[in-house]
């Protein structure tokens, strides 16, 4: 059964007083993935909304020794300090339980720029839980695309609404034969926390991308972060699942959707609440726009349907 919000831990990771906007959910899913690792982990990050937010050392937002890399490396720095933990374990130089190392990116440091180390660092399946906190843009430099922004979406590269659709990243990660994969999002907090619970556990590497939508970049209500990740999840524009040596299970209410006992709300409803979709929705070919957006997500939905048969 999934853990409920009142049985999450007390203990913050995050301390208050950080950088980041009001309703940041980079932030809130930090949080909660810090109440699922507790303090003994290294994190990674590459440079996004994340580090621009954390201050600096010796008031760090965070409560992990927190380490800034170059933007294409957090695959290549995860693998570098997993085998320095595990050459000192074997030197007697590490004493307990080890640290867990984690990369905390951004989709542009994921998707695009790190991709490279990441694929590699995932071949290799080095010992690290590599998370995607997935905004769909860069957002931290003023919203441009990035291969994990949706057909459709205005951003400063695509003023006239993104043409292409958008990569299912936590799908080519799942084809590197990594242990395990899932996907989340800041609305379902207790299937967040149970994922990074179960990845902890697991060794080799592990890869766990949480939508997080952005009141600035998507251009919504600050207060309605939360709300717009459930309206992603229930329109099925972010599917919630996980596989466990390659064996793909979806989560509630995914779950419902795919098995088809529910049907996906249309996406109409969830593109009309965000400011990156107004240009599309007031062109003389709206209609046309909003189709192909929704021909994206029944594919998608399709897809991981008939994906998931396929087991090994
Ligand atoms: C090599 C390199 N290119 C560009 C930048 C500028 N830059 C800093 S943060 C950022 C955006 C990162 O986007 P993402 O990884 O999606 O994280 P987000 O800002 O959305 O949190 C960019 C382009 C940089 N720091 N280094
Ligand atoms: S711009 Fe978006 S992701 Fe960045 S700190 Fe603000 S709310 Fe968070
Ligand atoms: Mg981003």
């Known amino acids: 059964m999934t853990t409920s919000i009142k049985q999450l831990p007390d203990i913050e990771q ?22 699922a690792l507790g303090s003994n982990a290294i994190m990674l990050l590459t440079p996004s909304c994340s580090v621009a937010s954390m201050g600096m050392t010796p008031k760090l937002g965070y409560n992990w020794p927190a380490i800034n890399i170059c933007f294409a490396t957090a695959g290549s720095s995860g693998s570098g300090i997993a085998h320095a933990l595990e050459i000192m374990q074997e030197k007697g130089r590490l004493q307990g339980e080890p640290p867990t190392v984690f990369c905390w990116v951004g ?22 839980i590599f998370f995607c906190y997935n905004n769909e843009a860069y957002s931290n430099t003023g919203v441009q695309r990035s291969g994990a ?25 799942l084809e590197h034969n990594i242990p395990y994969v899932a996907t989340a999002t800041v609305a379902y907090p207790g299937d967040l926390y149970d994922k990074v619970v179960k990845a902890k556990s697991i060794p080799g590497l592990k890869y766990i991308e949480i939508l997080a939508p952005c009141y600035l970049g998507w251009q919504f209500d600050m207060p309605e972060t939360v709300q717009m990740s459930r309206m992603a999840v229930r329109s099925g524009a972010w599917l919630l699942w996980e596989a466990d040596n390659g064996k793909i299970s979806f989560n509630n209410p995914s779950s419902l959707i795919i098995s ?6 249309p996406v109409d409803e969830y593109l009309m609440k965000q400011g990156r979709f107004k240009r ?21 939905i399709a897809f991981m349907r008939e994906r998931a048969k396929i087991t090994f």
């Open 260 to 265: 088809g006992k529910k049907d996906a709300a």
């Open 107 to 128: 989709d542009g440091g994921t998707y695009d720029i790190g991709f490279q180390a990441l694929s590699a660092a995932a071949e290799r399946n080095d010992n690290m």
């Open 149 to 173: 922004t949706p057909r459709g979406s205005f951003t400063t590269t695509t003023p006239a609404g993104k043409r292409q659709p958008k990569k299912n990243m936590a799908l080519l990660m």
């Open 14 to 35: 995050v301390l208050s007083g950080n950088g980041a906007c009001g309703g940041c959910p980079a932030t809130m899913a930090l949080r909660i993935v810090g109440k």
């Open 280 to 300: 599309l929705l007031k062109g003389p070919d709206a209609d046309q726009r909003i189709a192909e957006i929704q021909g994206d997500i029944d594919r998608e």
